[in-house]
Structure formats: C-alpha cells, structure tokens
C-alpha cells in the first residue's frame, strides 16, 4: 500500500500485521480525494477509524494542513505511527488511542473541515457517526467509504466502486 498523489504520492505505508484490517484501496482513496478537490488545501482533516492513516495521510499529502486519527487496536497504532514518522508528519498530525463513536459523539460543531469514516464493514458504527455528524456538524464534510449493501442516504455525492462505496455530505 502507498501514497497515491500529492507530496508523498508514490511512498509505501506500513500495514498492521491484523490481517482483519482493510486498508482503503489506492483507487478509492484517489477517486475520493479527487471527489473533494481543492477543499482539502489548508484543511483540518480527522481520520476515524483511521487504521494505518492512509486516508488523512493522503490528504496531507495533496496540502491539507494537518491531520487527527482517532485507532483503538494496537496492531493499527503501530503501523499509523510508523506511517506519519516515516513522512516526518509528527507537527501536522494528532493520533487519539480512542474509540471512534464517542469521539465524534463529542465533538463540537466544526472542530474539522474534512472527516473521514471507514468503519468495519458489517457494522452499524458508520450510522453511529453519520448520525452523530448528522447532530452536532462536527466537519464541514463528512466522507464515508461502506460496503455496498450499507444503505446510505442523504450523501452530496456517491461514487461506487464493486463492493465500496463512498458518500460525501456537506459538499
């Protein structure tokens, strides 16, 4: 797994060895940050769920200005850490040992110009967030990467990709 655009675009990510993790695929995450174009320049991006970083590393990447990750398991923390020291990223960057839900839970309304949620597939923790930003308008845009029988409505946008879907909202 790497980089795929921006500054760093072409350098490799270290993966957790939990083999229940699933990275954001190159293409999505391309397709997706080339969905929110310029909105990423000099925004403050949060990255739940975040595993190894690759998506709010990617939006450092294309200039965002800095990046918070939100990772309970040990395997992803470890990889995420060695992610952003290998880019020298540690002034940009925040990583939060939490769980994901009541952390969004508690933010106050635009604590983020971009989130990003990329929760288990399978689980209902993507309509925990959704519903959480859905209260509080904790970003400016919340983007979401669900398998495609998670039934997501109300998103500004939607691009599929075989079984991954991302929906945008508040673009």
């Not at 990255?47 to 040990?74: C, H, I, N, Q, Y």
């Not at 597939?121 to 859905?134: A, F, I, N, Q, T």
């Amino acid at each position: 797994m790497r980089i795929v655009g921006g500054k760093f675009g072409g350098r490799d990510l270290t993966s957790p060895q939990d083999l229940r993790v699933r990275p954001t695929a190159e293409h999505v995450r391309a397709a997706l940050l080339d969905l929110l174009g310029a909105q990423v320049k000099n925004a403050r991006v949060l990255d739940l769920f975040a595993g190894t970083g690759a998506l709010g590393l990617e939006a450092l990447s294309r200039g965002a200005r800095s990046a918070d990750f939100v990772e309970l398991k040990p395997d992803s923390l470890h990889a995420l850490r060695a992610n952003i020291a290998a880019l020298r990223l540690r002034e940009r960057t925040r990583v939060f040992k939490r769980d994901a839900i009541p952390f969004a839970a508690a933010l106050a309304a635009d604590s983020y110009d971009i989130a990003f949620a990329d929760p288990p597939y399978g689980s209902r923790k993507l309509d925990r967030v959704l519903e959480s930003w859905r209260h509080s308008r904790f970003s400016r845009i919340l983007a979401l990467e669900h398998a495609r029988e998670h039934e997501v409505t109300g998103g500004a946008k939607r691009r599929v990709f075989q079984e991954t879907v991302v929906t945008i909202f508040g673009v």
